[in-house]
DNA sequence: TACTTGACCGTAT
DNA sequence: CATACGGCCAAGT
């Protein structure tokens, strides 16, 4: 498998995030089938082409906190977005729940069941 | 080829 | 709660 196969993995699934939830990246790698490969979706994400549209702000690291350091541009982006959805970040952190596991994705994909 | 870098994670303390 | 550490893995130098 290929980087573009990756990548392509990995954006489908960022894609499908619903709004006012987050995804880690480390999950959203195992989603993808690409296992423990969490820093590959961080890259993935960076050299995402902006006309794909990616939510790339609902994914936030394991603990819930925002990857971006403090004061730059893009962290501020991103809690700008989240709020929009109605997700609550404090210090840096998200408090809206996470999408726990592939049970939960595809119930929020797929409706209750 | 060898070493460093990073939108990271899980476990232990 | 928070911090520390080892593990991870492709790209860049």
Do not use: C
Not at 38 to 67: K, Q, T
Not at 96 to 110: H, N, S
């Amino acid at each position: 498998m290929g980087t573009e196969d990756r990548n392509e993995r990995i954006w489908r699934v960022v894609a499908a995030i619903p709004p006012g939830r987050v995804m880690g990246y480390g999950q959203v790698a195992r989603r993808a089938g690409l296992g423990k490969a969490a820093r590959l979706v961080g890259r993935a994400l960076r050299e995402a082409p902006d006309a794909l549209d990616l939510p790339w702000h609902r994914v936030v690291r394991a603990d819930g906190s925002i990857a971006f350091p403090p004061g730059s541009p893009l962290r501020a982006e991103q809690v700008r977005r989240l709020r929009r959805e109605g997700v609550e970040v404090n210090a840096g952190r998200v408090r809206m729940p996470r999408i726990r596991d592939e049970a939960d994705l595809d119930r929020l994909l797929w409706g209750e069941p």
